[in-house]
């Protein structure tokens, strides 16, 4: 993979690859951006550590994680936007000896490009390293290797079909929805158009970015297909290059579909599905019927089946947890030598995912999650993270945190907190202090409450709660 899209950026060296803010940027520039990283690298690096990369959609972001890659080395991409704290607590995880920012990119930039000399990534070899929520209050970092970004790549570029096109990004890099727009144009001669993090929230300037894309293939999240759907602008007028929406990462939805087929007739709508832990995604549906919404069918080296809770194999219509075996699951976390979820199964590697659902005339459905990790604005979240952080500060007694959902879909993050006698603490306070920890996705709706309803087992009562706030 490495190989051909080496040879692709020196072979056509004047192709559009990249383009952000207006500024379009073509192979020759990131090949030799490529170039000067990759052996910065090697002069720095040689314990061939992870690298931090921090920005946010820069385009030495790209060119950082394609020289990290041919040198064998780790990336690990770190949004700009996350708190300071969350930032700290990931390096202190992963412990680089180089971090990639701004300022080494603006040190880089005037030195002279040298070739490539080799590829120094195997198969085996972690390519990339995603931090998500993690159950335990501190994120967890996701290990991808080579073997399984090739595999994720190699089916992808099947399904989409997309040659010398324009792909829209919308993802930040250190979510998992966005390595599929980042690797298919390099693989495809496409050109990736980014979507930058303050255009997504202006709806004027993001309007114009699409009508100026020219894009035929969307990567997006469920809940971003519904902003621009609540525009009546957003219709084939405005992008009538549009042949193809790429939707992963959470739930789909009826209405989604319906608005998107009468404002795109003819679209290609392809449904995805897979956690951060087995590269992106491993399923796929071209929706063609609203009422019909699965998350389809395993890519080849890949297996979903749905089981017990002793693993065995549940028949056709019966509900239970969906376990995913074979090429697409990655290492395991890092830093944990074992997690329950990573397992061998009948001699391969599998991840039981903690979602549920079922299958039906050999088609798989999901019907949500187990646990307490849910989906909400295309990010993954653990609630037991928000739970943790909240309960760290001095002045809260006991917090409990909860999803409502609309529909299937989560509709907001609900945080209960009881604060210490005695102590006047409001939500505004409660919020200011958690965003110096949590992302601003993750900041919940704060209620206060007096006390905790409790189950007959003695846990809490979150639905109680649920009901008197209603």
Not at 177 to 199: M, W
Not at 328 to 344: E, I, P, T, W
Not at 354 to 362: A, F, L, N
């Amino acid at each position: 993979m490495l190989h051909k899209i080496i040879e692709n950026l020196k072979a056509n060296p004047q192709d559009v690859c990249y383009e952000l803010n207006g500024v379009a940027y073509r192979n020759w520039e990131l090949y030799h951006h490529v170039c000067r990283i990759y052996r910065y690298l090697r002069e720095n690096n040689l314990p061939q550590k992870p690298v931090a990369v921090c920005g946010q959609k820069e385009f030495y972001m790209l060119a950082s994680f394609l020289a990290c890659a041919c040198a064998g080395m780790p990336y690990v991409p770190i949004d700009d936007s996350i708190p300071e704290g969350r930032r700290q607590r990931i390096l202190e995880q992963i412990h680089p000896l180089v971090i990639i920012d701004q300022s080494i990119q603006t040190r880089l930039q005037n030195e002279p490009p040298s070739e490539l000399t080799e590829i120094c990534m195997t198969d085996e070899d972690v390519v990339y390293i995603i931090f998500t929520s993690g159950s335990t209050g501190d994120p967890k970092g996701v290990q991808i290797t080579y073997r399984n970004l090739k595999s994720c790549m190699k089916w992808l570029e099947s399904l989409c079909g997309v040659s010398n096109g324009v792909i829209l990004n919308q993802a930040n890099y250190g979510f998992d929805l966005s390595v599929a727009d980042l690797y298919l144009p390099l693989l495809t001669r496409s050109s990736h158009f980014i979507l930058e993090q303050g255009i997504q929230k202006d709806y004027a300037r993001l309007f114009r970015a699409l009508r100026q894309s020219h894009a035929e293939l969307a990567v997006l999240t469920p809940s971003f297909l519904d902003l621009l759907l609540a525009d009546k602008s957003f219709r084939t007028g405005l992008m009538p290059q549009l042949k193809t929406v790429l939707l992963c990462g959470e739930k789909l939805m009826r209405q989604t579909v319906e608005q998107l087929f009468a404002r795109f007739p003819g679209i290609r709508l392809i449904n995805c599905y897979g956690p951060t832990e087995c590269t992106f995604a491993v399923t796929s549906a071209e929706i063609t019927d609203p009422d019909d919404l699965p998350i389809g069918t395993p890519k080849s080296d890949t297996d979903v089946l749905v089981v017990n809770d002793q693993l065995e194999e549940l028949g056709e219509g019966e509900t239970g947890e969906l376990l995913i075996v074979g090429e697409s699951v990655g290492k395991g976390y890092l830093n944990q030598s074992a997690d329950r979820r990573f397992l061998r199964y009948k001699g391969r590697n599998a991840f039981l995912t903690g979602d549920y659902g079922y299958r039906k005339h050999d088609v798989l459905y999901c019907l949500g999650r187990t646990d307490t990790q849910i989906k909400w604005k295309g990010y993954r979240i653990e609630l037991a993270e928000i739970e943790s952080t909240l309960n760290r500060l001095e002045q809260v007694e006991r917090a409990a945190v909860t999803a409502k959902k609309r529909d299937g879909r989560v509709s907001r993050i609900i945080a209960f907190v009881q604060v210490k006698p005695g102590c006047c603490f409001g939500p505004n306070e409660i919020r200011n202090q958690i965003k110096t920890e949590l992302p601003a996705y993750m900041i919940p709706r704060i209620q206060l409450v007096e006390r905790f309803p409790l189950t007959a087992n003695g846990k809490v009562d979150l639905q109680v709660l649920l009901e008197e706030m209603a």
